[in-house]
């Protein structure tokens, strides 16, 4: 399967804090454990590096993408790294029309119908419901509810393997998982474990 510059995985791996020479083993693990979308946060060590080399590794096979996208040139920069995914904790509709303009994938944080509005009216792909542990399932329902049909949401924020299951039982067309999955250091053999715990949890939920 080649994964292509719109295709939206329902899970993504957030690598903050990754460098560059740990990219390929954390890759390898990765997408053997079944994940096909990761972001490198800009907040990590030289991240654009990192971006680079996981692209490079990932073409064709992964949705390679930045996250904690601030600025139109930050989106610049990554996607000039290889991002086709970018990002963010909020809303910016500079930052989304300049990932838009540039063909990537855009998916900026929000947490309220306002926000989630202007986001989906500036021409996001998609919406990162950030934090989602402190808005709930309960909340992400009633936001839900008045979005137009088929808005891929994604919870962002305190999700671990118990809670992917409620999550997609809500309507969450996908999460992006950090800490849970990677921290600075672990190993591809532990990165992996979590990554198939992960997958296997997300497969098996009630749909």
Not at 104 to 129: D, Q
Request: glycine share 12%; hydrophobic share 50%.
């Amino acid at each position: 399967m080649t994964i292509g510059p719109y295709d939206l995985p329902p899970l993504i791996a957030i690598l903050r804090g990754i460098t560059a020479p740990e990219i390929d083993g954390i890759a390898d693990a990765l997408f053997e454990a079944g994940f096909r979308a990761a972001e490198v946060p800009l907040n990590s060590p030289d991240p654009l590096a990192s971006i680079a080399r996981l692209a490079d590794r990932m073409a064709g096979r992964m949705l390679v993408g930045a996250g904690t996208v601030l600025t139109p040139e930050a989106v610049t920069s990554a996607h000039e790294a290889g991002a086709r995914l970018i990002v963010s904790p909020n809303c910016d509709a500079a930052v989304i029309r300049r990932a838009r303009d540039l063909g990537t994938v855009s998916l900026p944080g929000v947490m309220t119908p306002t926000e989630a509005f202007l986001a989906l009216k500036a021409g996001a792909s998609g919406l990162k419901l950030y934090p989602a542990d402190v808005l709930g399932i309960s909340g992400f329902k009633a936001l839900s509810a008045v979005l137009p049909l088929l808005t891929p949401v994604y919870a962002v924020g305190g999700i671990d393997v118990s809670r992917l299951a409620g999550w997609r039982s809500a309507g969450a067309a996908g999460v992006g998982i950090g800490t849970r999955l990677y921290r600075p250091g672990d190993t591809p053999s532990v990165v992996s474990a979590r990554a198939q715990g992960l997958v296997a949890a997300w497969t098996a939920a009630v749909e």
